[in-house]
Nanobody
Framework: VQLVESGGGLVQPGGSLRLSCAAS????????MIWYRQAPGKERELVAR????????LYADSVKGRFSISRDNAKNTVYLQMNSLKPEDTAVYYC???????????WGQGTQVTVSS
């Protein structure tokens, strides 16, 4: 199983980025897909989650109205559209495939997002 994140980089405050996480080696459509982030010196936190076939979505309060999660089961890919970025969004962003309450889960290697002028 592989999860490969891409799309990170350096962006100015107020800017946008779109992260992608391409999955292989698993039945993508049956997994919930989750974006986490971890800033230096802080614990990893959930950013957004999208359910498997049902597509139920939830966001952390800190990103509601700015970030949007989506998935394309035909491409085995989950996306995170990040708008109105703030310096406090700076972190390594990870995607996770999860089912059975996390008993069956896989992580990507992470992609760095830096928001700075």
């Amino acid at each position: 199983v592989q999860l490969v994140e891409s799309g990170g980089g350096l962006v100015q405050p107020g800017g946008s980025l779109r992260l992608s996480c391409a999955a292989s080696g698993l039945t993508f459509s049956i997994y919930d897909m989750i974006w986490y982030r971890q800033a230096p010196g802080k614990e990893r936190e959930l950013v957004a989650r999208i359910g498997s076939r049902e597509g139920s979505i939830l966001y952390a309060d800190s990103v509601k109205g700015r970030f949007s999660i989506s998935r394309d089961n035909a491409k085995n890919t989950v996306y995170l559209q990040m708008n109105s970025l703030k310096p406090e969004d700076t972190a390594v962003y990870y995607c996770k495939a999860s089912r059975i309450a996390g008993l069956d889960s896989y992580w990507g290697q992470g992609t760095q997002v830096t928001v700075s002028s």
